[in-house]
Each structure stands twice: as C-alpha cells, then as structure tokens.
T-cell receptor, first 112, second 109 residues
Framework: DVKVTQSSRYLVKRTGEKVFLECVQD?????MFWYRQDPGLGLRLIYF???????EKGDIPEGYSVSREKKERFSLILESASTNQTSMYLC???????????FGPGTRLTVL | QQQVKQSPQSLIVQKGGISIINCAYE??????FPWYQQFPGKGPALLIA?????SEKKEGRFTISFNKSAKQFSLHIMDSQPGDSATYFC????????FGAGTRLTVKP
C-alpha cells in the first residue's frame, strides 16, 4: 500500500520562527510536491521537486523554501513564519508531474 | 490564475439523490482529468479519472462525464450516501496538475 507520511498533524508556531515540515514517501517516486489548502482556494502549489536536489517554484513560493536531499524525503521550510502562513499543508508524490498524486494526511499549521 | 474552475462551492443532497459537481478548464492541452476525494483530517485521494479520448467513465456509483468541445467535465455520484460526505476536487494536467477550488458535499440521511 502506497504511503506518504508527514512529520506532524498539528503544529503551533510563533511569528518569526523557522518552521520545518517534513514529508516521506515509500513509493520510490521521482516527483514530490508541497501544497497549501485554504477554504475556497483549493490546493495551491508551493514548490515541487522532480529529482533529488532539484526544485521548481509553484504558484505561491514566496516565504517558503524546500529541500530534497534524499529521494524519499521532501522538506518545506518557512524561514520566518507569519500569520498569513496559517494553513493546511499537504505533501504529495507521483511517478510523473502530470500523473496521479498520492497525498499525505496534511499538517495543520497555526502561526500566532 | 485559476485554470480549472469548479462549482458549486458546497452542495447538500439527500440520501439516495444524485450529486453533480462541475468543472471547466481553459487549457486545451490538458490530457488527464482526475477527481480527488478528501475526508476531514485526511489528504485527498484519487477517486476516478478520465482521459479526453472518452466521453464518460463509470466506476460503481461514480461517473465522470467529459465534454471536450465545451472544455467541461463533471462528477456524478448516483445514490448518494452519507459516507460520500467529503470535499471533492477536480483537476487537470499536462506537464503539471491544476486543481479546482473544491466542493464540500454533504449527504443528509
């Protein structure tokens, strides 16, 4: 059974803190994605990676960075968290960028 | 830029009724149209998908209807059940995946 796991289900941070969200997949997928989900806005792509150490900006990369040092792990970094980054963050992986994506359970981040 | 427009934003249906969610896209290059289902506290999961060489795909109570000329596709849930209550996302892809804004479906018993 395919599996994408995320390091935390719920996270509360303070404004200005550095935040790390981690995602691990066990399907040997080349491609991994980070989305944020907000009511009425659907899923918005933050960053994606098509190979180890490779990354591409999505639609809303501002305020975020990513790291992919190993094929199975993709990290999202908020360098200095702000209240407008309070959201649900979803990680996904797929064999190709345009094929079925498998999602993790999400991390609900609250920035106070 | 919203390349996939989804409606309605929310939908309430009685048990046994038909739920219909619509999506429209702009990019004629899109060639894969999946629907994802998301239950509260879970990530989205693939429900059903279609490619533009067919006009309809059915899996159990779930059917995708696809109209290439109108650049529209829809999800029909027949005999809707309370267990179908979830958020549904349409998507379209060619090179990358574009998601609709989501529809929160509530099926009342």
């Amino acid at each position: 059974d395919v599996k994408v796991t995320q390091s935390s289900r719920y996270l509360v941070k303070r404004t200005g803190e550095k935040v790390f969200l981690e995602c691990v997949q066990d399907m040997d997928h080349e491609n991994m994605f980070w989305y944020r989900q907000d009511p009425g806005l659907g899923l918005r792509l933050i960053y994606f990676s098509y190979d180890v150490k490779m990354k591409e900006k999505g639609d809303i990369p501002e305020g975020y960075s990513v790291s992919r040092e190993k094929k199975e792990r993709f990290s999202l970094i908020l360098e200095s968290a702000s209240t407008n980054q309070t959201s649900m963050y979803l990680c996904a992986s797929s064999t190709t960028p345009w094929d079925t994506q498998y999602f993790g359970p999400g991390t609900r981040l609250t920035v106070l | 830029q919203q390349q996939v427009k989804q409606s309605p934003q929310s939908l309430i249906v009685q048990k046994g009724g038909i739920s219909i969610i619509n999506c429209a896209y702009e990019n004629t290059a899109f060639d894969y149209f999946p629907w994802y289902q998301q239950f509260p506290g879970k990530g989205p999961a693939l429900l059903i998908a279609i490619r533009p060489d067919v006009s309809e795909k059915k899996e159990g109570r779930f059917t995708i209807s696809f109209n290439k000329s109108a650049k529209q596709f829809s999800l029909h849930i027949m005999d809707s059940q309370p267990g179908d209550s979830a958020t549904y996302f349409c998507a379209a892809s060619k090179g990358d995946m574009r998601f609709g804004a989501g529809t929160r479906l509530t099926v009342k018993p």
